[in-house]
């Protein structure tokens, strides 16, 4: 092969439904779904799919077929929506991957930004970040946690009220958009897909005080998304919307004042929007919630489930083995074993680097 251009595209795990912020908030942390990306300048073969090579955890569960995995398949809905029906030849993709599937961590939305920042490279599109959220917005329709893998950092976000024409485009069943490739599927499988609005998403940044860091708790289950929503009701009382958009108000300017406040966040960390609904589904969660508080454990500031669980997420500023150890207890009196680590924040976000041989 001839000479090749090499990149790295790095994007953060996140975690999403902050406390109060269901739906709204994100945090990037200090896990990440790495790429290398080799890309030969003068192909000596054309029409040769990208090679997949994938590393790290759960990595035997991924498809390496281009038209299968998610990456290549996010990267060909964003070339093809630039007209560029297929992959360059002979690109190879090298994963390595440190987010658990499945559990909270912003995987899936990891891994749809990574396709949108593929597609971007592979047909050096030169989109800006608001464009690519768009993209990754009409796979995961969810703001929060491909916002905070995007940008880094602490992220609030919304989607855009859109007018009917939009809304139709926006509303395409994901089905349609990023279509599950049959065993057959070939270069004219899925041409011409639904082009995303623009604008879908808005996001802000808030502040993050330097010594909070997030113990990440996970249990070693999986909970599909879809069936950690489908226990929430349709509709909400007034007292308890009030009770989440009062302390979501709080929590989004004492997060990012040093020192932090642990009995002002703790409290500001409370939900009555999804967790409560969701106590049957991870065992020990009841006890995690209400036994664990800055009295008992200091340098404890707040838990909440990252994302739609099962994993616990709890920020502190000290005494993370000590927390951990003790929401690792209360797991494994229910039978349930966990992998934990204590996070930063990722303040870059997701990145693309030119590596220099």
Not at 21 to 34: E, M, P, Q, T
Not at 305 to 323: E, M, Q, V
């Amino acid at each position: 092969m001839s000479s090749s251009k090499i990149y790295k595209i790095n994007v953060p795990c996140t975690s999403a439904n902050i406390g109060p912020g269901f739906d709204v908030c994100g945090i990037a942390l200090s896990k990440s779904l790495s790429l290398k990306v080799t890309i030969p300048q003068k192909p000596t073969e054309e029409g040769v799919l990208p090679k997949i090579i994938y590393t790290g955890l759960d990595s035997d569960n991924v498809p390496l077929s281009p038209y299968k995995n998610l990456l290549t398949r996010v990267a060909l809905y964003v070339l093809r929506s630039h007209g560029i029906q297929n992959f360059p030849s002979q690109v190879i993709i090298e994963a390595n991957n440190e987010i658990p599937f499945g559990r909270g961590l912003g995987s899936s939305g990891a891994a749809v930004i990574a396709g949108v920042l593929l597609g971007n490279l592979l047909g050096n599109l030169n989109l800006n970040k608001s464009r690519l959220l768009d993209f990754a917005l009409m796979v995961e329709r969810h703001p929060d946690n491909v916002s905070a893998a995007l940008m880094g950092g602490f992220i609030g976000s919304y989607l855009r009220e859109l007018s009917p024409e939009d809304m139709s485009a926006a509303s395409i069943p994901l089905a349609e958009v990023l279509p599950e490739y049959p065993i057959d599927a070939g270069p004219n499988w899925g041409k011409n897909p639904p082009l995303p609005p623009k604008g879908i998403g808005h996001f802000v940044r808030f502040g993050w005080a330097k010594e909070i860091k997030a113990i990440a708790v996970s249990p070693r289950f999986e909970l599909a998304t879809a069936k950690a929503r489908g226990v929430l009701p349709d509709n909400y009382s007034k007292k308890d919307l009030i009770f989440n958009l009062q302390r979501l108000a709080v929590l989004t300017t004492a997060l990012a004042r040093s020192p932090p406040d642990p009995e002002l966040i703790y409290d500001a960390m409370a939900d009555k929007v999804h967790q409560p609904y969701r106590m049957t589904l991870i065992p020990g969660l009841p006890k995690i919630l209400t036994e664990l508080t800055p009295t008992s454990h200091p340098g404890l500031l707040g838990i909440c489930l990252s994302g739609a669980g099962p994993t616990i997420l709890a920020l502190a500023t000290h005494n993370f083995d000590s927390i951990a150890q003790d929401i690792e207890q209360i797991f494994k009196n229910e039978g349930v074993e966990v992998d934990w680590s204590v996070l930063d924040v990722d303040e870059r976000g997701s990145t693309v680097e030119e590596i220099i041989a």
